[in-house]
């Protein structure tokens, strides 16, 4: 069964940076386009960034110019490049496939905390 493994997560202060990354195991990597998606405390998850099979990219507002999705296909990862945390990127990040049907089942994801 396809497999997520997230990484990288932590504790910064505002302003900081972090780097998340996202390893697709037991599947062709390829075909995926992939998402980050955030879980705040009491909120829905929802998509942060994606990017395509052919790797073009999309950013939430509130993101966008902060953070930076890339994949790498020889290694069936994606990155998360956050720069200038904010209080409010806090959460529980995700990484998935994107609008693509059968979801690849959510891993455990990785704790991002952001303290002012």
């Known amino acids: 069964q396809v497999q997520v493994v997230e990484s990288g997560g932590g504790s910064v202060h505002t302003g900081g940076s972090l780097m998340l990354s996202c390893e697709v195991l037991?599947?062709?990597?390829?075909?995926?386009?992939m998402g980050w998606y955030r879980q705040a405390p009491g909120n829905q998850r929802d998509v942060v960034a994606s990017i395509t099979s052919s790797s073009i990219t999309d950013y939430r507002d509130s993101v966008k110019g902060r953070f930076t999705i890339s994949r790498d296909n020889a290694k069936n990862m994606v990155y998360l490049e956050m720069n200038d945390l904010k209080p409010e990127d806090t959460g529980i990040y995700y990484c998935?496939?994107?609008?693509?049907?059968?979801?690849?089942?959510w891993g455990q994801g990785t704790q991002v905390n952001v303290s002012s």
């Open positions: 998935s496939n994107y609008r693509q049907i059968p979801r690849i089942p």
């Open positions: 037991r599947s062709t990597f390829t075909h995926y386009n």
